[in-house]
Nanobody, 127 residues
Framework: QVQLMESGGGLVQPGGSLRLSCAAS????????VGWFRQAPGKEREAVSC????????FYEASVKGRFTSSRDTAKNAVILQMDSLRPEDTAVYYC????????????????????WGPGTQVTVSA
């Protein structure tokens, strides 16, 4: 079973950028739909973005569309979430989940179960 590890979180000022990585061990991520989720203190986990398989594209929630970009780094066996124009409301622990069985175009990524999750990385946006 693929194991995931997020990295790249940290403290950044509003308007700044961070680049998160969701790296996999042993098994290629190319065959997995990868979803990004976040959870702020006192709130439920919410969907952020998804990258499909077989060039089926990416999907972004309205709150991050135009600011966040997800891509695959095949050489590093990772999925990247580039976060620009960060806002204080983006503060949360960010998680990636991977699924072999999700719809390849991410059409069900919000509601499905993922076979594996990373432990999360903290993103704090504050002046």
């Amino acid at each position: 079973q693929v194991q995931l590890m997020e990295s790249g979180g940290g403290l950044v000022q509003p308007g700044g950028s961070l680049r998160l990585s969701c790296a996999a061990s042993d098994v290629s991520l190319d065959y997995y739909v990868v979803g990004w989720f976040r959870q702020a203190p006192g709130k439920e986990r919410e969907a952020v973005s998804c990258i499909g398989v077989r060039d089926r594209g990416t999907f972004y929630e309205a709150s991050v569309k135009g600011r966040f970009t997800s891509s695959r780094d095949t050489a590093k066996n990772a999925v990247i979430l580039q976060m620009d124009s960060l806002r204080p409301e983006d503060t949360a622990v960010y998680y990636c989940g991977a699924s072999l069985y999700a719809a390849p175009d991410c059409s069900d990524y919000r509601s499905r179960s993922y076979e594996t999750w990373g432990p999360g990385t903290q993103v704090t946006v504050s002046a």
